[in-house]
């Protein structure tokens, strides 16, 4: 191939000269210039390699459905790979290289596999290295493990940066009455029409100038069509995809925003991601060329007929001086005649016979005739040629390109993403867009029209449709028929030689040739969605633009049967890639969730708190003195806890203000136990279960007045508790005059825990006299004032088992909180403790949480079956003894000793008896800590039969995944103070 | 996407909601036998076409809402507040 920059034609603008490199050579190309044209010009034809034969590969189109130019572009971390070298707008400083080839695209050595194709067929990797016998008759994949990373390493192609993203990405939404996708003739008078009747329009182009094909033509204006869109306020968004179609009028749309830019504005993401809600969407995407399959057809120098006449008018390219055009159709007649009048030696070779063809003859027209075989490697030397009928050499055409017009399909790919087939066109040999109830339009080319006319009728026809259907019209409109050529066109999709072995490309990228669909065909693989898998038809990066029909078509000729009878593969979104930077947008790092603090975050920092992640709040995990390891500092502050006092943030529990003179009918469906007669001033601890009864959460309830509950759920569970009130509230109890607010933001809690916490409160509150073991029993509810006259709510509760409190106060004041409570427990050689001793304290007194709550235990397998009540019916109450609920050998709570008391286990550990370890065990150990009270390791975990069943009886701790195994006792899970007398103290 | 037409919000994406479960299960009493809970818990319709529904609009007014739905199209028929008095404050208000 002898491609060459003319002197006049393209929309280039030949006074901004703009340096790139190609595989570190230096070249230069003009502004207006894409990737691919700029390369032409500098006659580069080798490009890149396929996937498996490493074949050479040239340019094949000049569009979204190039299967041949991808190349990777930039290094480092913006190293970028498969970008389609014809969609690449040209920048100064752009770095591309070509990919899948060592050394490189123009000498590879995996070429070799070009030789040894005939074994390279469809499947054959897997029929070779999967259960190989006799090693691995009919079972294993042992060695194909092994192998597959060899052959994904011989088979990928460009690989991605590993280095962090440099650039940010953003998240953008609109809406408008109607969204046109495309700017081709069709498009742009659909979005004249809606914008002239007043809707508001935002008009949809992939490329950097709106035209659409009319880019290819020569004497076409895109500022004209630009600014009069403009004019009429319709909102133009060129380097934008609209990549899918979704429920509901919603479009997707990616908008390349600095791709283009040599130095990117640093305040501007690089792309956009739009999530566009429209009332009606037209699409006018188009009509993609197909190829023809036949011998040698993927060497370089082999395009399609109207990439060359892109490249032509668009770049003022000329990518060949002999050009050969093989067509089945009237499409590339004025392409023949431009091409020779830019001083090509251009011959059209027309598979019909009896066909008019309007032309000035400067170019030889060979009626009847088909290209069946290309001789060359790396460049064209020359075509063989033969009879429409019986393929057999009739002359030889010595040539430097071949352009190729199998006919052109619509890209219905839109309109497939709502689950609308298309439906076959005989005439026109093509799929076109089936009726849809949704408010979708398809228009123009991708409708199947074929000339300009019709185009601009049919955006005309599609929005007054729009019109109509959102009740601003009632105006009759009609679409021109599908198709528009002179002459009809007359299907080819293959030309069969079969006196040779070489090659015939259906699908470029991933060398799928028609061999392998024939192979597919043979061995069963008939459908065309079992034909795509099996050969991987259509699922390379253009995910079957091109070759897609010519594969249905092969199989529909070996089943005997008609295209649409074979079927076709749904497409779906994106209709080209879209990078995961762009669907992440600005969710990234610390933003990747949110986050949430406590009122008091920066202060448990300024006092030394290692923080920990849980749900989503960061909690004090632990509080280390100078030197202090996690588990030092754990075993300090839960040692401390139990002798003097600690002060603990556990603001993250979920708190909802149940209220309303039913609220306390309410409590009682909706918790286990009984809350009837819980008075005034009086908190209880509650279970709440599910419809089928499972327990959901724990927490308590505190009795503020007649009508009044304060409610805390565990921290994870808070949002579902929630929605859960809410729901009974509102579906099913609605006549129970309750309110229920969440007001976990509202208030900021600390619990003040030990021996000593009395002592401390006292010293913190304006009135200590209200703080007295006689005045404040065990589960006491007050509403009092801290010093400062700050209004508090308190209740005797303790998860540690020491006597304790916790202290809720308005979150504005918990700095404050904090500041007196620590100020006084020091006093009493107090500590601050977090999560991780919290943690140590509960499993020492075997209380349960979100690990041992985790959705498929009932209130009896937790061990607290007593606390539900008998007298009444409640909200699982019904379920929770049913059937398998209340079989013997329910895994219930226990707790675990190691038998050596030196050793330690983690959680997860599986419990499985003596000589039959194995499968999921009897029980598993749910949380683990090491007890500074009993001074070695426990655990709490659940066991099949539970105490009474194994008390005496040595078990075995299984942990496989740390290659661990211990003997176990089983032990009550009330391991320190099992009567509770710190607690009541 | 899903658009839901909140009655109190106006049309929003699903992702402000969150989907309940089937919103024609009569739930039985508290003191119903556990035959009466199976068969309201477990015992489901799988529904092709237009089905009643219950979507909680969780990121918004926190409205539990019916809402008439297409399995097969996701397409929305009617949309009102499951609770029958804040139904007939919309109706009112229409």
């Given at each position: 191939m002898k491609s060459k920059r003319l002197n006049n034609l393209g929309k280039i603008d030949r006074d901004k000269t703009l340096n790139f490199t190609w595989d570190n050579k230096k070249l230069s190309g003009f502004e207006g210039d894409s990737l691919a044209s700029a390369l032409l010009a500098n006659n580069i034809g080798i490009v890149g390699r396929s996937f498996k034969y490493h074949r050479p590969r040239g340019i094949f189109s000049s569009g979204v459905e190039e299967s041949g130019a991808l190349v990777t572009i930039g290094s480092k971390d913006r190293r970028d790979p498969n970008v389609r070298a014809t969609t690449q707008e040209l920048f100064d400083g752009l770095k591309a290289s070509g990919q899948n080839a060592f050394p490189n695209v123009n000498f590879d050595l995996g070429g070799i596999n070009n030789y040894i194709g005939r074994f390279f067929a469809a499947g054959f990797y897997y029929k070779t290295f999967m259960g190989i016998p006799p090693f691995e008759w009919g079972k294993g994949t042992t060695i194909w493990m092994l192998f597959e990373k060899l052959i994904r390493k011989a088979a990928g192609m460009g690989s991605a940066s590993r280095l962090p993203d440099p650039d940010s990405y953003e998240h953008a939404h609109d809406f408008c009455d109607v969204i046109v996708v495309g700017s081709g003739p069709s498009g742009v008078a659909a979005a004249i029409e809606a914008a002239e009747k007043k809707l508001d329009v935002i008009l949809v182009e992939q490329d950097s100038l709106v035209g659409g094909n009319q880019l290819s033509e020569n004497d076409f204006s895109t500022s004209k069509i630009f600014n009069q869109l403009k004019s009429l306020g319709i909102k133009v968004m060129t380097r934008t995809t609209a990549f899918g179609l979704y429920d509901n009028c919603v479009v997707g749309l990616l908008e390349r925003v600095t791709d283009h830019l040599s130095i990117p504005?640093?305040?501007?993401?690089?792309?956009?991601?739009?999530?566009?809600?429209?009332?009606?969407?037209?699409?006018?995407?188009?009509?993609?060329?197909?190829?023809?399959?036949?011998?040698?057809?993927?060497?370089?120098?082999?395009?399609?007929?109207?990439?060359?006449?892109?490249?032509?008018?668009?770049?003022?390219?000329?990518?060949?001086?002999?050009?050969?055009?093989?067509?089945?159709?009237?499409?590339?007649?004025?392409?023949?005649?431009?091409?020779?009048?830019?001083?090509?030696?251009?011959?059209?070779?027309?598979?019909?016979?009896?066909?008019?063809?309007?032309?000035?003859?400067?170019?030889?027209?060979r009626k009847g005739f088909v290209p069946y075989n290309i001789n060359g490697t790396k460049k064209i030397d020359s075509l063989d040629i033969s009879k429409s009928e019986n393929i057999n050499k009739v002359d030889t055409i010595s040539c430097d390109q071949v352009l190729l017009s199998g006919g052109w399909s619509p890209a219905v790919h839109l309109l497939s993403h709502r689950g609308v087939k298309p439906k076959w066109d005989p005439q026109n040999a093509c799929f076109i867009p089936s009726d849809t109830k949704e408010n979708i339009t398809m228009i123009g080319s991708s409708r199947g029209l074929w000339n300009k006319d019709d185009c601009i009728a049919s955006g005309v026809a599609g929005a007054t449709d729009a019109l109509n259907r959102l009740g601003v019209s009632k105006t009759n409109y009609f679409f021109p028929k599908p198709g528009g050529w002179k002459n009809p066109i007359k299907p080819l999709y293959e030309v069969k030689y079969k006196k040779s072995r070489s090659k015939s490309f259906v699908d470029y990228q991933h060398d799928v040739t028609a061999d392998d669909v024939r192979l597919a065909h043979r061995e069963?693989?008939?459908?065309?969605?079992?034909?795509?898998?099996?050969?991987?038809?259509?699922?390379?990066?253009?995910?079957?633009?091109?070759?897609?029909?010519?594969?249905?078509?092969?199989?529909?000729?070996?089943?005997?049967?008609?295209?649409?009878?074979?079927?076709?593969?749904?497409?779906?979104?994106?209709?080209?890639p879209v990078p995961i930077g762009a669907l992440t947008g600005r969710n990234v790092g610390k933003h990747f969730r949110p986050l949430r603090v406590t009122p008091m975050h920066q202060w448990n920092i300024d006092h030394g708190a290692k923080m920990i992640e849980v749900g989503l709040y960061q909690r004090p995990w632990y509080y280390p003195k100078q030197n202090e390891t996690l588990s030092d500092s754990y075993i300090r502050e839960a040692t401390v806890v139990r002798k003097t006092v600690g002060i603990c943030d556990v603001t993250s529990l979920g708190k909802i203000a149940v209220q309303g003179p039913d609220a306390t009918e309410f409590l009682n469906r909706i918790y286990s136990n009984a809350f009837a007669k819980l008075q005034v001033g009086k908190a209880r601890y509650g279970i709440m279960l599910r419809d089928d009864g499972i327990v959901m959460d724990d927490g308590t309830s505190w009795r503020l007045s007649e009508n009044e509950y304060f409610m805390t759920t565990s921290t994870a569970a808070a949002a579902k508790v929630m929605a859960w009130l809410e729901e009974l509230l509102q579906t099913r109890w609605t006549n129970l005059k309750v309110n229920v607010t969440s007001v976990s933001e509202q208030w900021a809690g600390a619990a003040v825990a030990g021996p000593k916490s009395r002592e401390v409160l006292n010293e913190c509150v304006e009135d200590p006299s209200l703080i007295t073991n006689e005045n404040f029993p065990f589960m006491g509810v007050i509403s009092t004032f801290l010093k400062g006259n700050i209004p508090c709510r308190i209740a005797r509760i303790s998860f540690s088992g020491e006597l304790a409190f916790e202290v809720y106060i308005k979150s504005d004041f918990a700095n404050t909180m904090m500041d007196l409570l620590w100020e006084n427990a020091k006093k009493f050689n107090g500590c601050l403790y977090g999560l991780e001793s919290l943690g140590a304290l509960r499993v020492e007194k075997g209380h349960v949480t979100g690990a041992e709550l985790d959705?498929?235990?009932?209130?009896?397998?937790?061990?607290?079956?007593?606390?539900?009540?008998?007298?009444?019916?409640?909200?699982?109450?019904?379920?929770?003894?049913?059937?398998?609920?209340?079989?013997?050998?329910?895994?219930?709570?226990?707790?675990?000793?190691?038998?050596?008391?030196?050793?330690?286990?983690?959680?997860?550990?599986?419990?499985?008896?003596k000589n039959n370890i194995k499968g999921q065990g009897i029980g598993r150990i749910t949380s683990v800590t090491h007890s500074p009270e009993l001074g070695h390791w426990i655990g709490i975990g659940f066991v099949e039969g539970g105490l009474d069943k194994w008390k005496d009886i040595t078990l075995i701790g299984a942990d496989p995944v740390r290659n661990k195994q211990m003997n176990l006792k089983v032990v009550s899970p009330h391991m320190v103070d099992p009567t509770g007398e710190r607690m009541y103290a | 996407m899903i658009r839901?037409?909140?009655?109190?919000?106006?049309?929003?994406?699903?992702?402000?909601?969150?989907?309940?479960?089937?919103?024609?299960?009569?739930?039985?009493?508290?003191?119903?036998?556990?035959?009466?809970?199976?068969?309201?818990?477990?015992?489901?319709?799988?529904?092709?076409?237009?089905?009643?529904?219950?979507?909680?609009?969780?990121?918004?007014?926190?409205?539990?809402?019916e809402v008439e739905r297409s399995t097969l199209t996701h397409e929305i028929k009617s949309v009102r507040p499951c609770h029958p008095d804040l139904q007939k404050v919309v109706e009112n208000n229409k």
């Open positions: 504005d640093s305040t501007l993401p690089r792309q956009r991601f739009w999530t566009i809600r429209a009332k009606h969407i037209i699409v006018g995407s188009g009509a993609l060329e197909r190829h023809i399959a036949f011998n040698n057809n993927d060497i370089p120098g082999v395009m399609t007929a109207n990439a060359s006449k892109h490249y032509l008018n668009r770049y003022g390219v000329l990518t060949g001086e002999d050009i050969v055009i093989a067509t089945n159709n009237d499409s590339v007649y004025e392409t023949a005649s431009e091409l020779s009048e830019a001083g090509a030696n251009v011959t059209v070779l027309d598979s019909r016979t009896n066909i008019e063809i309007d032309s000035n003859k400067n170019f030889e027209i069963g693989f008939i459908s065309v969605e079992h034909l795509k898998r099996y050969t991987t038809l259509g699922m390379a990066n253009d995910q079957g633009k091109m070759g897609n029909i010519i594969g249905l078509s092969l199989m529909a000729d070996l089943l005997n049967k008609e295209i649409p009878e074979v079927g076709t593969t749904v497409f779906r979104p994106p209709y080209t959705g498929r235990v009932t209130i009896d397998d937790a061990g607290l079956g007593k606390m539900a009540s008998i007298k009444k019916s409640y909200i699982g109450s019904a379920m929770r003894k049913r059937g398998v609920l209340s079989a013997d050998n329910r895994e219930t709570l226990v707790g675990f000793f190691p038998t050596d008391l030196k050793e330690t286990f983690n959680a997860g550990t599986i419990v499985c008896e | 839901i037409n909140c009655p109190y919000c106006g049309e929003r994406d699903h992702s402000e909601f969150s989907y309940g479960g089937d919103a024609s299960i009569k739930y039985p009493s508290l003191e119903a036998s556990a035959k009466e809970w199976t068969e309201a818990i477990f015992f489901r319709k799988n529904i092709r076409g237009f089905q009643l529904e219950t979507w909680h609009h969780s990121n918004g007014c926190r409205m539990w809402l």
